[in-house]
């Protein structure tokens, strides 16, 4: 049972480029969330998804970012036009069911670098 | 103020010794995730606890939901164990992160 896997782990982009982020959760889960981490700053809560609906977006820039979760493949974390201060790491959690108390199993991130 | 305070920011520490990572938080929870995060590495959730204390291995975590805080410790540490550790209280299903505490174990 393969765990969390985002790719690319590394993403150049230039800016006014597209970024696309994949996070494909562990199997039997359906429920994904998005975190960024800007350079040394803490872990911030994005969008949580679950197939096919937004539950939470309170985290998301109002501008150039969205995320999806279709019923079929992974779940996309769109930034449109990008800057440099998109520049970070984006880690991507899955978990099985929707409540207060459920394990969260993160991916190894993508790290945005845009020049 | 964050919501989610840890200290020590920084801890360095030799081999051998117990360590000890506070976290305190405003929000109120029902669980709370220990983090841990290698350089330029994945995040691996240690523990998630809702009350008491968990042991896994050499590492010990606590709550007191009431006090509002919770420990990580880490016996007979080990330069393996170097590494940043954050603490996660669930708010409303999605996590809130403390800032974070960077661990160095010298050997």
């Known amino acids: 049972n393969a765990g969390v896997m985002q790719n690319p782990r590394h993403l150049v982009r230039r800016r006014g480029q597209e970024a696309r982020l994949r996070c494909s959760p562990m199997?039997?889960?359906?429920?994904v969330y998005w975190y960024r981490q800007l350079p040394e700053e803490g872990l911030k809560f994005m969008v949580y998804?679950?197939?096919?609906?937004?539950?939470?977006e309170s985290g998301m820039p109002k501008e150039r970012f969205s995320a999806e979760f279709p019923k079929e493949g992974p779940s996309i974390l769109r930034i449109q036009q990008v800057v440099r201060g998109d520049s970070a790491a984006y880690f991507c959690?899955?978990?099985?069911?929707?409540?207060?108390?459920?394990?969260?199993?993160f991916g190894q991130g993508t790290r945005l670098t845009v020049v | 103020k964050n919501e989610v305070e840890q200290s020590p920011q920084n801890l360095t520490a030799q081999e051998g010794e117990f360590i000890t990572i506070n976290c305190s938080y405003s929000?109120?929870?029902?669980?709370l995730h220990w983090l841990q995060q290698h350089p330029g590495g994945g995040i691996v959730s240690l523990f998630m606890?809702?009350?008491g204390k968990k042991k896994h291995g050499r590492l010990i975590a606590t709550i007191n939901i009431q006090e509002k805080h919770s420990s990580l410790h880490i016996t007979a540490s080990h330069p393996r164990d170097s590494a940043v550790y954050i603490c996660?209280?669930?708010?409303?299903?999605?996590?809130?992160f403390g800032q974070g505490t960077r661990l160095t174990i010298n050997p």
């Open positions: 959690a899955s978990s099985p069911y929707r409540g207060k108390d459920t394990e969260a199993f």
């Open positions: 606890l809702s009350s």
């Open positions: 929000v109120g929870i029902s669980a």
């Open positions: 998804l679950q197939k096919e609906n937004i539950i939470d």
């Open positions: 199997k039997g889960h359906s429920h």
């Open positions: 996660a209280p669930h708010k409303a299903q999605k996590l809130v």
